[in-house]
């Protein structure tokens, strides 16, 4: 190499090799310091196994003997890696290889300045990318406290009138997740799933309007009694407009039709199939089925079988037929929480051992 | 003596760098400095009545400017997936990462690095995340490299899935 050459490879710590037969790399160029350190440990012999020298380029080897015998001539890199030198420092490093002139050649550079440069920007990127994630989780962490509290009065409010009709808070925790689970099915996104959790157990929430000797009567109602029963709906839409809340506006769109019924059969405005808001559709499917399968104090549970016959044999009529086809497909996640959201069932603790939690 | 390679993923700043120094060299330093490039550390060890030679490859963290390439998982006998427990993305790119590997190698050993336990109470990593983590079968183990807790036990855990069964006595 001449000496113009040589002194360009020694201003940017540039080594270049030729492999010879053996796979052994010969220097082509003049050595500088730092790399002497490393190749002296296979001794004075001239040439050298580099891949044994640094280990990193063992990985770089098979990509290096597909370039080299496909004699192409544009560079390859290795990607850059770092050795400790015998001032203890760290040193960039990063090879190339191409084939030209009927030699395989690999060029080892040394980054220096170049590697701290873009170092230090690649820092900047990730301290700036840092304080984004950071700041973004704390908005999460954020509205996820508003929405809890949004379902903590969400559950108080029902419990007002769980107090007089006698409902569980089982209940009402199980039709907020059938229900999401229903939207989920339906491919809503996060937040809508989120809300009819928390809407849908307010369905009932009118029947605080309705007097004792009506809500709590165990016989039949008469005509007079019921048409005062269904207000409920009207009642419980109108104690939860009037917001800005996305919660509160779903809660009173399924509080107000949920006893609509896809035939336009149900009340209070007899609206017809899609007419009725597909969060009440779905409310009411899950309401019926919950009821069906549970013990109330003026009736006994249904066997499952039982409530889903007859639960069939009300779509099209009072249910929505593809809702409730989906209400099947979906069962096995509907069992589950009905098993698992009962009256005994409590919240784990948060305690609870990382082994625990991996048994 | 068995000599295996062993590397260290996840995303940026999950303290991989961090449980290496303390692993290796009994170090620590507070201030993030990112890795760019690959360091290679190396640590012998014993396992049952097998001496192992662990090649530990540092790798620079994935994010939108730096992906992982297939190349540095050329030869690799098992991997620590490094997740911090203050950042959920750093979960969802270990989940990422392990499908990665899963899908380009095959089965390999593995453990999950749940680092910056010294930090719990910021973590977002929850009982559902971990639950996830151990239904794909690995160790998970929590760490900090700030207090040295767990980062033995870190890579013993990987190490025994590297040295054949009867060896282990």
């Known amino acids: 190499m001449n000496r113009f050459l040589s002194s360009i490879c020694r201003n940017i710590n540039l080594t270049a090799f030729t492999r010879d037969a053996s796979g052994q790399f010969k220097p082509c160029s003049d050595m500088p310091d730092w790399l002497v350190f490393f190749l002296v440990k296979q001794g004075d012999t001239g040439s050298y196994n580099l891949a044994e020298i640094f280990p990193y380029l063992s990985c770089f ?166 048409n005062v029963m269904k207000k409920h709906t009207e009642i419980g839409a109108s104690m939860l407009r009037g917001t800005k809340i996305p919660i509160l506006n779903m809660a009173a769109d399924i509080a107000l039709n949920h006893h609509e019924r896809w035939d336009g059969s149900g009340y209070p405005q007899g609206l017809l199939g899609e007419k009725i808001p597909i969060s009440a559709r779905i409310t009411t499917i899950v309401d019926i089925y919950d009821a069906l399968v549970h013990e109330r104090v003026y009736k006994m549970a249904m066997p499952e079988e039982e409530a889903l016959s007859l639960m069939q044999e009300m779509a099209g009529r009072h249910l929505d037929p593809h809702l409730m086809k989906m209400f099947l497909s979906l069962l096995p996640a509907m069992r589950r929480i009905r098993l698992e959201v009962t009256e005994e069932s409590e919240e784990p603790s948060e305690e609870e051992s990382l082994e625990a939690v991996c048994a | 003596m068995l000599q295996k390679k062993v590397c260290l993923l996840g995303a940026f700043s999950v303290g991989k760098t961090s449980l290496i120094q303390r692993y290796v060299n009994k170090l620590f330093s507070e201030k993030y400095l990112t890795t760019v490039g690959v360091k290679i550390d190396k640590k012998q060890i014993t396992v049952g009545a097998t001496d192992l030679s662990l090649m530990v490859w540092d790798i620079a ?105 009867n060896s282990k006595a």
């Not at chain 2, 998982?73 to 993305?89: A, K, M, P």
């Not at chain 2, 760490?143 to 990987?158: H, I, N, P, R, Y």
Request: net charge negative; glycine share 6%; hydrophobic share 40%.
């Open chain 2, 61 to 165: 963290g994935e994010d939108d400017f730096t992906n992982i390439r297939s190349a540095h998982l050329r030869g690799l006998s098992g991997y620590i997936v490094v997740i911090d427990g203050t950042r959920q993305n750093s979960f969802n790119v270990a989940l990422a990462l392990h499908e990665r590997i899963k899908t380009e190698l095959g089965e390999v050993a593995a453990v999950f690095a749940l680092n910056k336990c010294d930090l719990k109470d910021q973590w977002v990593i929850n009982r559902e995340h971990i639950r996830t983590l151990a239904q794909l079968g690995y160790p998970v183990i929590e760490t900090s490299a700030k207090l040295d807790q767990g980062v033995e036990e870190m890579f013993m855990g990987l190490a025994r899935q590297l040295v054949p069964e």
């Open chain 1, 61 to 226: 080897m098979e990509d290096a003997e597909q370039h080299w015998q496909a004699k192409r001539s544009e560079p390859l890199s290795s990607g850059i890696w770092i050795e400790i030198d015998e001032l203890e420092r760290e040193l960039p490093l990063e090879a190339s290889i191409m084939y030209l002139e009927g030699q395989e050649v690999l060029l080892l550079q040394q980054l220096g300045e170049k590697y701290t440069q873009d170092l230090s920007r690649l820092q900047q990127v990730r301290n700036s990318l840092l304080t984004q994630e950071m700041l973004e989780s704390e908005v999460q962490r954020r509205t996820l406290e508003i929405r809890k509290r949004e379902e903590e009065i969400a559950i108080k409010l029902v419990s007002l009138t769980s107090l007089r009709d006698e409902e569980t808070g089982a209940h009402v925790r199980r039709i907020g997740l059938y229900a999401a689970v229903m939207a989920k099915a339906l491919g809503w996104n996060a937040e809508e799933i989120d809300t009819i959790r928390v809407a849908a157990p307010m369905h009932d929430i009118g029947k605080i309007g309705i007097p004792d000797r009506i809500l709590r009567k165990t016989g039949v109602l008469n005509d007079e009694e019921f």
